[in-house]
């Protein structure tokens, strides 16, 4: 068998076996973080907190509405109104 064959298949096993140790490595330290990020149920205090929030933006978001309504309406009426010619100089 020739030497640089056998060497390749030399380098080849450890490429794998070094590929396939880091992986394990990986998936173990992975498994050990996970039970780490369960994330707790959120308190009352939090669930009230977030209602008030979502409330607010209910409401802002109502004004909001009523205010491009309007402008819409403002729009409108300047749209219509007929051209006052300008006073001569």
């Known amino acids: 068998m020739d030497p640089d064959v056998a060497n390749f298949g030399v380098v080849m096993v450890i ?16 498994r050990s973080i996970k039970p780490a990020t369960r994330k707790e149920l959120p308190s009352p205090l939090y669930e009230e907190r977030l209602d008030q929030l979502q409330q607010s933006v209910d409401a802002i978001a109502v004004e909001v509405e009523r205010i491009a309504e309007a402008q819409r309406f403002s729009a409108k009426l300047l749209a219509e109104r007929p051209e006052i010619p300008a006073l001569p100089r």
């Not at 490429?15 to 992975?30: K, P, W």
């Open 15 to 30: 490429i794998v076996v070094v590929v396939a140790a880091f992986a394990s490595i990986t998936v173990r330290f992975m």
